[in-house]
């Protein structure tokens, strides 16, 4: 009887997820596919998990009652987005495929958007042979952590911010604002936020 509870409740549960699912992303359906997580937090980073699955919507049910993957703890803990209860949340999105191709395209999709500048969730580069543990995307290593993610997401960040600034903008503190010591302090702030050396030097100290 216990064990019959145990399925009931199990079933409750992956019921009351898919409504969840659906609910965000309507279009989702049981077919083979690749789907995306997709996530941006309150600083602007960008966080992304590609997987692919012979019934997509199965496969996000199991990420979100899951507790092994960090994908699965991160749901647990950011949840679905939600435009104006959870604006950070997970987004969901997919693109059907036949199981013959599911190979070849998650290695596509998870290069494509490490090469975008999502902090990538995935811990290969996809696919389910014996390159799924090479732990590369293209010459890219994966974060050991969650706080190394953070700290390459920001470098990559100042990097980009610094070729914009250099190639099109002209940034200085305001006319009305440059005898202004909190201004000054600011501009200074806000240059070495745009200088990846600055990350750098934080993660060779720890």
């Known amino acids: 009887m216990s064990n019959y509870k145990n ?3 199990a079933k ?20 083979s596919g690749i789907y995306f997580l997709l996530r941006e937090d309150a600083n602007n980073f960008k ?12 496969r996000l049910c199991s990420h979100m009652s899951g507790y092994k993957q960090h994908i699965d703890l991160s749901l647990r803990k950011h949840k679905l ?13 997919f693109l059907n495929f036949p199981i013959s191709e599911l190979d070849e395209k998650e290695k596509y999709y998870i290069k494509l958007y490490a090469d975008k500048g999502y902090q990538l969730r995935n811990v290969s580069v996809g696919g389910q042979g014996s390159e799924r543990d090479s732990g ?6 994966p974060p050991k952590g969650y ?7 920001k470098i990559n960040l100042a990097r980009e911010l610094s070729s914009i600034a250099e190639k099109h903008l002209k ?26 050396e600055t990350y750098k030097e934080v993660n060779e100290n720890g």
């Open 81 to 93: 987005y939600d435009k104006e209860n959870n604006p950070y949340g997970w987004r969901v999105e």
């Open 7 to 9: 399925i009931a409740k």
């Open 147 to 153: 706080r190394d993610g953070i700290k390459q997401g």
């Open 12 to 31: 409750a549960i992956e019921k009351q997820n898919k409504k969840r699912l659906l609910k965000i992303n309507p279009k989702l359906n049981e077919r």
């Open 47 to 58: 966080y992304a998990y590609i997987g692919q699955a012979r019934s997509v919507l199965q």
């Open 136 to 141: 590369q995307i293209g010459e890219r290593k």
């Open 171 to 196: 940034i200085e503190i305001r006319e009305d604002k440059k005898n202004n010591k909190v201004s000054q302090k600011q501009f200074e702030k806000f240059m070495e936020l745009m200088n990846e």
